[in-house]
């Protein structure tokens, strides 16, 4: 079945660069795009930016100075870097699949605190 | 951007009342092929959204019955036919016309 898992640091400090992992099953990158979207601490949510199963990206715009997604295809994993963290970026960081340009499947998430 | 604004629900609502959440949109979601891409998710307490309407008014796989969205091309509504304890949470429309892919800000229902 398809399934998402995010992982990486809970905790990051100020100026530095985040990296997480998503690691997929059930369902190919080079059949799939997938996408990050992000959620603060009793907010909503934000889309961060997309893989296609092309290999091509897409940001958004609010970010994309300091951001980076790319994918391992051999370990079925999809990687984003974000760099110069601030404290406005400690979210919950969830990986999902796109289908029909919907988020038809989501992994669990993972908190990332922004902190000294 | 696209600006998706919901609607508040007068919670909390009796359990097995139907309610309609409402989600409109600053352009017109409606593309050349037809299809409108607004989608509708439910994020229960705790957990990760779940898709459970795409191209406006078709079910994902799984998603009750009970659920259906409809609209026009800037004016949407998800309805809950005989809302359950389950359906507790926050329902988020999103819109997938073109990047970036931009969420409302949510709609929380209570039950009674």
């Known amino acids: 079945q398809v399934q998402l898992k995010e992982s990486g640091p809970g905790l990051v400090q100020p100026s530095q660069t985040l990296s997480l992992t998503c690691t997929v099953s059930?369902?190919?990158?080079?059949?799939?795009?997938v996408s990050w979207v992000r959620q603060p601490p009793g907010k909503g949510l934000e889309w961060i930016g997309a893989?296609?199963?092309?290999?091509?990206?897409d940001y958004n715009s609010a970010l994309k100075s300091r951001l980076s997604i790319s994918r391992d295809t051999s370990k079925s994993q999809v990687l984003l870097k974000m760099n110069s963290l601030q404290t406005e970026d400690t979210a919950i960081y969830f990986c999902?699949?796109?289908?029909?340009?919907?988020?038809?499947?989501w992994g669990q998430g993972v908190m990332v605190t922004v902190s000294s | 951007d696209i600006v998706m604004t919901q609607g508040a629900l007068p919670n909390p609502v009796p359990s097995g009342e139907s309610v309609s959440i409402t989600c409109r949109s600053s352009?017109?979601?409606?593309?050349?092929?037809?299809?409108?891409?607004l989608n509708w998710y439910l994020q229960r307490p705790g957990q990760s959204p779940q898709l459970l309407i795409y191209?406006?008014?078709t079910r994902a796989s799984g998603v009750s019955d009970r659920f259906s969205g409809s609209g026009s091309g800037t004016d949407f509504t998800l309805k809950i036919s005989g809302v359950e304890a389950e359906d507790v949470g926050v329902y988020y429309c999103?819109?997938?016309?073109?990047?970036?892919?931009?969420f409302g800000s949510g709609t929380k229902l209570e039950i009674k």
């Open positions: 999902t699949r796109v289908r029909r340009m919907s988020f038809d499947y």
């Open positions: 059930g369902f190919s990158l080079t059949s799939y795009t």
């Open positions: 893989i296609w199963s092309g290999g091509s990206t």
């Open positions: 352009k017109s979601l409606l593309y050349s092929d037809g299809k409108t891409y």
């Open positions: 191209w406006m008014s």
């Open positions: 999103q819109q997938g016309l073109e990047f970036p892919f931009t």
